[in-house]
T-cell receptor, first 117, second 109 residues
Framework: GAVVSQHPSRVICKSGTSVKIECRSLDFQATTMFWYRQFPKQSLMLMATSNEGSKATYEQGVEKDKFLINHASLTLSTLTVTSAHPEDSSFYIC?????????????FGPGTRLTVL | AQRVTQPEKLLSVFKGAPVELKCNYSYSGSPELFWYVQYSRQRLQLLLRHISRESIKGFTADLNKGETSFHLKKPFAQEEDSAMYYCALSGKYGNKLVFGAGTILRVKS
């Protein structure tokens, strides 16, 4: 149980286009999901906390108009990288907190590799 | 400010040798500490959390508030322990995780 999926696993896009990444909790409901960014050989940096039915909370330095987050249901959160540029190329990982679970429990998705040409 | 420091990027040991992955933290309050592991080509998964005080796959970690450390230990390393290990913390009542930079553990035969 407690499986989180991400789609796509890998995406290549042209500079200036927008890319949507989906994060789904497959066998549990998640009121809260998290989006991280990981640069090569570096740690996971929290970008934003996605709350079902409300606006996402962004970490300092993360542009909310650049990284649009929508959490429309208890099993799906999406991250849209708008007007992507090469510096947005990274590995994006989501995690999901099971509703009713321990407050800091998170299950992680497999990640999405974004390459912007 | 919340911070997790893992001073070693790579730790290489021989099979059967003891392992200690270091983790120090900075947090004004009572944090909860975790170790996550990422095996090759797999997703990040929880290894253990300090409040559980349990041993998983032979690994243990003790929270030392005086030294603000949460080092991960295993008395006898196995080849299948080779992976990336991340130390992380959250606030006592918060749900955000702050990760360290990670340590690659390589267990040689």
């Amino acid at each position: 149980g407690a499986v989180v999926s991400q789609h796509p696993s890998r995406v290549i896009c042209k500079s200036g286009t927008s890319v949507k990444i989906e994060c789904r909790s497959l066998d549990f409901q998640a009121t809260t999901m998290f989006w991280y960014r990981q640069f090569p050989k570096q740690s996971l940096m929290l970008m934003a906390t996605s709350n079902e039915g409300s606006k996402a909370t962004y970490e300092q330095g993360v542009e909310k108009d650049k990284f649009l987050i929508n959490h429309a249901s208890l099993t799906l959160s999406t991250l849209t990288v708008t007007s992507a540029h090469p510096e947005d190329s990274s590995f994006y990982i989501c995690s999901a907190h099971p509703s009713g679970g321990p407050y800091n429990e998170q299950f992680f998705g497999p990640g999405t590799r974004l390459t912007v040409l | 400010a919340q911070r997790v420091t893992q001073p070693e990027k790579l730790l290489s040991v021989f099979k059967g040798a003891p392992v200690e992955l270091k983790c120090n933290y900075s947090y004004s309050g009572s944090p909860e500490l975790f170790w996550y592991v990422q095996y090759s080509r797999q997703r990040l998964q929880l290894l253990l959390r300090h409040i559980s005080r349990e041993s998983i796959k032979g690994f243990t970690a003790d929270l030392n508030k005086g030294e603000t450390s949460f080092h991960l230990k295993k008395p006898f390393a196995q080849e299948e322990d080779s992976a990336m290990y991340y130390c992380a913390l959250s606030g006592k009542y918060g749900n955000k995780l702050v990760f360290g930079a990670g340590t690659i553990l390589r267990v040689k035969s």
